[in-house]
C-alpha cells in the first residue's frame, strides 16, 4: 500500500493505492458521509491478492483530506470533480475504471458517470439513498449530526444523536462501536460537521430517470431496513429498476449487511473489472 495527496480543483484529497505498484488503477472506491477511505471494502485485500490496482480517498473534509470553505462547497458537483481529479491522477487519459461507492460515494459515482460515461467501466453502488423529490427535503436529523460534532465530547453525543434505538437490539452495540472508530478517524471535526449540513443540501441527479443514460453495468448493493433504515431498500431497488444494466443484491433475511462485508463488496468491483477486459 502506498499513500497518495492528490490535487484538483478543491482540497487535496488524501488516498491510498493498492494491488500492484506498476499500472493504472481500475479500480476506484468511494466512502459515504461521515465516514473514511477505510470503509469502502472494509479493510479487505483481495483486490490487491489478484494483482488489481485499486485507489480509495477521503473525501473533501473528511479523513486526512483538506476541508473546503464551508458547507456550500460540498455539493455533488463538488464531489464529482473532486472524483474527477483523482481518476485523472491515477489513470492515464481515455482509461477507464470501475468505481465502487458507498451512500454518498454512490450518490457521487453516479454523478460522474452522468458527466463523463466515457471513463466509467462499471459501477457498484452500495446502500444508495438518495431519491429527488420532497422526501429529501427534511434535513434536521443531519443538522443534529452536524451540532453534536460542533460541541463537547462529540464522538460520544454523535452517537447519541444516530438513533440507534431504532436498530435491532443485537445489532446496536456493534453499530455503536463502528461508529466511534469511524467518527475518531478524522483530522476535523468541524469539517465533517461543515460536510453533514452541505452533502444532504445537495443532489447528485435530478430525476430518477436520469439513471437511464447510465450504460454501464452496475450492481446494486442494498441493505434490509431493519438494520440501515437510513438507506432504505426500495430505493436500491429504484435505482436498480432505473439504471439500463443494473441487479441487486442483497442479504438473507437475518443476515449481517452485505454492505458490511468488505470481501464480498471487492468481489463484485472485480467481477466487473473481468467484465471490462
Same mark, same amino acid.
Not at 488503477?25 to 485499486?54: C, K, P
Given at each position: 500500500m502506498s499513500e497518495?495527496?492528490?490535487?484538483?480543483?478543491?482540497?487535496?484529497?488524501?488516498?491510498?493505492?493498492?494491488?500492484?505498484?506498476?499500472?493504472?488503477?481500475?479500480?476506484?472506491?468511494?466512502?459515504?458521509?461521515?465516514?473514511?477511505?477505510?470503509?469502502?471494502? =472494509?479493510?479487505?485485500?483481495?483486490?490487491?491478492?489478484?494483482?488489481?490496482?485499486?485507489v480509495a480517498y477521503d473525501a473533501r473534509g473528511h479523513g486526512h483530506s483538506g476541508r473546503a470553505a464551508g458547507p456550500g462547497e460540498y455539493t455533488y458537483p463538488d464531489l464529482a470533480a473532486d472524483l474527477q481529479a483523482v481518476v485523472e491522477a491515477v489513470t492515464a487519459p481515455q482509461d477507464q475504471?470501475?468505481?465502487?461507492?458507498?451512500? =454518498?460515494?454512490?450518490h457521487t459515482a453516479v454523478r460522474y458517470a452522468l458527466d463523463h460515461p466515457q471513463r466509467v467501466a462499471g459501477l457498484v453502488l452500495i446502500t444508495p439513498a438518495h431519491l429527488p423529490g420532497p422526501q429529501s427535503q427534511d434535513r434536521s436529523a443531519w443538522h443534529a449530526l452536524a451540532a453534536s460534532l460542533r460541541g463537547p465530547d462529540p464522538i460520544e453525543a454523535f452517537v447519541v444523536a444516530s438513533g440507534l434505538e431504532t436498530l435491532p437490539e443485537a445489532f446496536r452495540e456493534q453499530v455503536a462501536m463502528a461508529?466511534?472508530?469511524?467518527?475518531?478517524?478524522?483530522?476535523?471535526?468541524?469539517?465533517?460537521?461543515?460536510?453533514?449540513?452541505?452533502?444532504?443540501?445537495?443532489?447528485?441527479?435530478?430525476?430518477?430517470?436520469d439513471l437511464q443514460s447510465i450504460t454501464a453495468p452496475s450492481i446494486v448493493v442494498g441493505s434490509r431496513d431493519e438494520v440501515d433504515p437510513s438507506h432504505p431498500l426500495a430505493v436500491a431497488q429504484r435505482w436498480t429498476d432505473a439504471l439500463p444494466d443494473a441487479r441487486l443484491e442483497v442479504e438473507e433475511a437475518g443476515k449481517s449487511p452485505l454492505a458490511w462485508q468488505g470481501g464480498r463488496l471487492a468481489r463484485f468491483a472485480e467481477e466487473l473489472v473481468a467484465n471490462g477486459t
Open positions: 497518495l495527496a492528490i490535487t484538483g480543483p478543491g482540497p487535496t484529497l488524501s488516498a491510498t493505492r493498492g494491488g500492484p505498484e506498476e499500472g493504472a488503477a481500475r479500480v476506484v472506491m468511494l466512502h459515504g458521509l461521515t465516514a473514511t477511505r477505510h470503509y469502502t471494502v =472494509m479493510g479487505s485485500r483481495h483486490l490487491d491478492r489478484r494483482g488489481i490496482v485499486n475504471v470501475v468505481l465502487l461507492g458507498i451512500s =454518498m460515494g454512490a461508529i466511534r472508530q469511524r467518527i475518531g478517524r478524522h483530522d476535523d471535526l468541524s469539517a465533517v460537521a461543515d460536510a453533514l449540513e452541505g452533502v444532504p443540501a445537495s443532489s447528485p441527479f435530478d430525476a430518477i430517470e
